[in-house]
């Protein structure tokens, strides 16, 4: 993707099945655990690079031992840092201490980090916060055991006020609004809750306190907890939690909006944010890697025993397609061949904006995730070129001399890489503020490859600002000087913020959004900007439920082509001398190359939940107002 884009994090969670031992005797180190973990946030580090965090549990420890480990780093390479630290002090002990070398229990027993239950956790810095504590796990800490709470999650909540203000009915002090921690404590608050009631429970039956511990573990329902504090929440999820004595839990939001995947066997279980990185790090095939199902949670209590249980009922899905477009890691055999098809279908409009000129057009793309969309472009492209071929034969087939036969047939598809992304400036540019500054030099430009009479065609897996393209591609590849410059988008045009978990909150950084409001000033019909603010302001103290998203009212007069052609001329500076035009993806085309993962509320402005409603208006209000509060 050109535009900086970031995404809010990946979770990844193993459970150990077997006695440490086993892990020993089977793969030869009782940080079997440990080491897998490591691989699981290491092969999903495309999903937060701000942050990272890592939490693990002892099963069945005694009192006064350590049973809880957490580290967390905001350092340059934070994964590298976290495990980096755990191996030091891995090492430093056994080092000290000889006699752990080949003693598993003496191994749990003293040395940290080395458990049963893990939680991992890697997150890119959003509003702002990066530091330290903004940085999951979050942990909640208790005395007793059962009462202990490590929670971590890819997920935004867009009613975060509401939440803060349950939490203060029912009589607690909250630190923040953070959604991270409103969420926690209402978790912290019905654990609490139910701890107490089997406590009493369990008391009139004759247990004392000590004696009753083990029993409030047994007993201990995760689901009903989870049913409990979820009741109010809005927004995308995947939320993950342990509880100190080692229960654990995953759970999905009812739209499916955030992705979680899951495997288990005899030995593990395991659930990540993205499939291919359970099949890698586990070796496992990807037909054993299960979809956790919407308003669903995978749970596993501390005597092993896994079930998947409906907490909430489930919304239609509307699973991101986003993830499928971008984020996750295109390794997926899913998300591949989808990644391919909104390339392929994307060919009929490209091949109308060159006269199907494949002759005189070179094909490339923007590294490196729109690469795999290019292939499916390509593949359309030379589908097209061989019927230009076949068409070239049949006509002249009367007069057909070997020479113009082996002239018709030596026609290839142009492609090259004429984009170089530079990866050492990437990681500088995480501020709006020195965005500009550093743009211009984030790619290099392959020199000697395009002719003057040549269109040249560039996808881009979307365009969300146009900042990148304006600034630093465009003038790039008009240096080549091409007749035309075709940028195309394998996403549709972006029109409204996300509220559930990607950093896109203000409607004036969408270069569609710019788009819109020019039209309307040459249109003479900017008064309508005035009018959906009145009726945002209107909904203000609505309920959710009731509120209705107007701001697509600033689109409907324009049609997506009279859009595109207006970002073609906010993303062309008047010194680039090329023909520059945009091509977009349709909705329609999405949704046919991604029918499992429809959701599409930045597109469309159709919210899978009340609260997208308002913020996408909150965010119109920030706007006239010209404040630069985020909407969430």
């Excluded at 940085?135 to 909640?140: A, G, K, N, T």
């Excluded at 926690?184 to 089997?198: A, C, P, Q, T, Y």
């Excluded at 659930?271 to 669903?296: C, M, W, Y």
């Excluded at 082509?561 to 207006?566: G, N, Y």
Aim: hydrophobic share 35%.
């Amino acid at each position: 993707m050109s535009d900086a884009l970031k995404h809010e994090c990946g979770i990844a969670h193993i459970r150990l099945l077997k006695p440490l031992e086993y892990y020993k005797e089977k793969y030869g180190s009782a940080f079997y655990g440990v080491n897998k973990m490591y691989l699981m946030m290491e092969k999903q580090h495309n999903r937060g690079q701000d942050g990272a965090g890592f939490a693990s549990i002892k099963l069945n420890t005694a009192p006064g031992e350590r049973y809880i480990s957490r580290v967390r780093s905001n350092q340059a390479q934070p994964i590298q840092d976290i495990f980096a630290q755990i191996n030091e002090r891995i090492n430093e002990e056994i080092k000290a201490n000889p006699e752990y070398a080949d003693d598993v229990a003496l191994q749990k027993k003293f040395i940290p980090y080395l458990g049963e239950v893990f939680l991992g956790h890697v997150r890119y810095g959003t509003f702002g916060k990066n530091n330290i504590e903004s940085v999951h796990p979050f942990l909640r800490q208790n005395n007793w055991m059962h009462r202990n709470l490590i929670v971590a999650g890819n997920f935004n909540m867009t009613n975060v006020n509401k939440l803060f203000n349950k939490l203060v009915e029912l009589g607690q002090h909250p630190k923040e609004r953070a959604d991270t921690v409103t969420v926690m404590e209402k978790i912290g608050h019905f654990l609490d809750s139910e701890v107490r009631k089997l406590y009493k429970k369990l008391k009139k039956e004759g247990f004392n306190k000590q004696q009753a511990s083990p029993h409030i573990a047994e007993q201990l329902n995760v689901a009903k907890i989870l049913r409990k504090s979820s009741k109010d929440w809005d927004g995308g999820y995947a939320m993950a939690g342990l509880m100190g004595h080692g229960d654990s839990f995953v759970l999905r939001d009812p739209a499916g909006i955030r992705p979680a995947y899951y495997y288990k066997d005899d030995e593990v279980v395991v659930v990540a944010s993205e499939r291919p990185v359970i099949q890698t790090v586990f070796n496992v095939k990807f037909e054993d890697v299960q979809e956790l199902a919407p308003g669903h949670a995978i749970i596993t209590k501390k005597n092993g025993k896994v079930s998947i249980d409906q907490i909430i009922k489930p919304l239609e899905r509307k699973a991101c397609s986003f993830e499928r477009i971008y984020f996750s890691r295109g390794s997926d055999a899913e998300i591949y061949k989808e990644r391919k098809k909104l390339g392929q279908l994307l060919m009929p409009e490209v091949l109308k904006s060159i006269d199907h000129d494949t002759i005189n057009t070179v094909f490339s793309f923007i590294p490196n995730t729109a690469e795999t969309s290019f292939y499916g472009m390509v593949e359309a492209a030379q589908d097209e070129l061989n019927k230009q071929k076949n068409d070239a034969i049949l006509a002249e087939k009367e007069t057909l001399t070997d020479a113009r036969l082996q002239q018709i047939l030596s026609h290839r598809l142009r492609t090259e890489k004429i984009a170089i992304k530079d990866v050492k400036l990437r990681t500088f540019i995480t501020e709006d503020s020195s965005r500009d500054d550093l743009v211009a030099h984030v790619y290099d430009v392959t020199y000697g490859v395009v002719r003057p009479e040549d269109n040249l065609v560039i996808i881009d897996d979307s365009i969300v600002r146009g900042t990148t393209l304006k600034k630093s591609i465009i003038k790039m590849m008009d240096r080549l000087n091409p007749k035309q410059i075709v940028i195309v988008s394998s996403a549709p045009q972006i029109r409204f913020p996300d509220c559930y978990g990607i950093d896109m909150a203000r409607l004036e950084d969408l270069v569609a959004f710019r788009a819109a409001l020019e039209l309307h000033k040459e249109s003479n019909s900017y008064q309508i900007i005035q009018d959906v603010y009145n009726k945002c302001k209107d909904q203000v103290d609505m309920e959710d439920s009731e509120v209705q998203n107007f701001v697509k009212e600033v689109y409907d007069p324009f049609t997506n082509e009279q859009i595109s052609d207006k970002i073609s001329e906010l993303i062309s500076e008047p010194t680039v001398k090329a023909k520059v035009k945009v091509i977009y993806q349709t909705v329609e085309n999405l949704h046919l190359a991604c029918p499992k993962n429809l959701g599409d509320w930045y597109f469309t402005g159709d919210y899978p939940t009340p609260g997208g409603n308002r913020v996408v208006n909150r965010a119109f209000i920030n706007f006239y107002e010209g404040t630069k509060d985020r909407a969430y």
